[in-house]
């Protein structure tokens, strides 16, 4: 994995992170883990570091994760795999607003 792309995936997998720790509920939180989960089994669990110390506590600008999501197809990343990953993401915020 070359610097690029390891630091477009760092930055995904922190913003998942960062909304899984900001759910109001227990639900949702458990679906955003389950894409933090997806996305690390498309990258065979050679994955970097979550830094969510400087993200904003603002869930909606968190959801730019999904740019950083769809970015990774630049690097080889299967577009279905994306979309899949997207979709999580979706139906784990549709569970976080109620």
Same mark, same amino acid.
């Given at each position: ?19 899984? %720790?900001?759910?109001?509920?227990? +639900? ?16 065979? +669990? %050679?994955?970097?570091?979550? %830094? ?5 506590? +603002? ?12 970015? &990774? ?15 999580? &993401?979706?139906?784990?915020? +549709?569970?976080?607003?109620?």
């Amino acid at each position: 994995m070359l610097v690029p792309h390891a630091q477009t995936l760092a930055q995904a997998r922190s913003y998942v992170a960062a909304l899984a %720790d900001r759910a109001l509920t227990l +639900d949702a939180s458990s679906a955003y883990e389950r894409a933090l989960l997806e996305l690390d089994r498309v990258h065979g +669990d %050679d994955c970097p570091a979550l %830094d969510s110390e400087d993200l904003t506590d +603002d869930r909606n600008i968190l959801l730019a994760a999904s740019s950083a999501i769809r970015e &990774l197809e630049n690097y080889g990343i299967n577009a279905l795999s994306v979309e899949l990953i997207l979709a999580m &993401l979706v139906d784990a915020h +549709d569970l976080d607003i109620g």
